[in-house]
């Protein structure tokens, strides 16, 4: 099955600065790769995905790339500001009726004002 | 607002009981899950619903049961066989049961057993 890699597990970065999260993946017929932000006492929610057909997506502050041959891909935040603070999560999942998300350990990202 | 409702927040069970976490959505989406969520390991997929009246088991679904009677109604019942029962329980939907879709996810229940 599936197995996604995440790191780092904790991050701190200065607001301002940018902040990068790695996920690599094994299974190189995975084609969707959704991140989801968790805010504390909260449930997930997704805030960017991209799928294997596209190496880079953005949206405002936050970007995702995708190298399919090295099977990892890459979160992106600039310009962080405090309410950037939360747990990030990474998934892969394969297309074609249901096929599980597979997601990885999370990272706890702290940026400090 | 249209959305997922996990209850109770929190909840404490003794050793050997069995307890039911409720989960609803009006979100009208086919598809509903149950994740267990621990330090350091992710969200780990427990039973998956494509359709009422039909579940599927997840990579975790020892010790725990699940009924799907109605579309917006998951339940989730940790039983006394989970040997390791204390941990974050979230319930999610999505609008077909494919994984290549957002999960809508509820902000969770926790569980303590004492």
């Known amino acids: 099955g599936e197995n996604v890699e995440q790191h780092p597990s904790t991050l701190s970065v200065q607001e301002g600065d940018s902040a990068v999260i790695k996920c690599t993946y094994s299974d190189s017929a995975s084609n969707y790769f959704p991140w989801y932000k968790q805010e504390l006492g909260k449930g997930p929610q997704l805030i960017i995905d991209?799928?294997?057909?596209?190496g880079e997506k953005k949206d405002q502050r936050i970007a995702v790339t995708l190298n399919k041959t090295a099977k990892h891909f890459s979160l992106h935040i600039t310009e962080t500001q405090p309410e950037d603070s939360a747990v990030y999560f990474c998934?892969?999942?394969?297309?074609?009726?249901?096929?599980?998300?597979?997601f990885g350990i999370g990272t706890k990202l702290q940026v400090i004002p | 607002d249209g959305g997922i409702t996990q209850s109770p927040k929190y909840l404490f069970r003794k050793e050997g009981q069995n307890v039911t976490l409720s989960c609803e959505q009006n979100l009208n989406h086919d598809a509903m899950y149950w994740y267990r969520q621990d330090p350091g390991q992710g969200l780990r997929l427990i039973y998956y619903?494509?359709?009422?009246?039909?579940?599927q088991k997840g990579d975790i679904a020892e010790g725990y049961s699940v009924s799907r009677e109605k579309k917006e109604s998951f339940p989730l019942t940790v039983t006394s066989a989970q040997k390791n029962p204390t941990a974050f329980y979230l319930c999610a939907s999505s609008i077909q049961g494919t994984a290549t879709g957002e999960l809508f996810f509820g902000e969770g229940s926790r569980l303590t057993v004492l």
């Open positions: 619903s494509q359709i009422v009246n039909d579940f």
């Open positions: 991209i799928r294997s057909n596209v």
């Open positions: 998934a892969a999942t394969l297309s074609g009726g249901y096929q599980k998300v597979t």
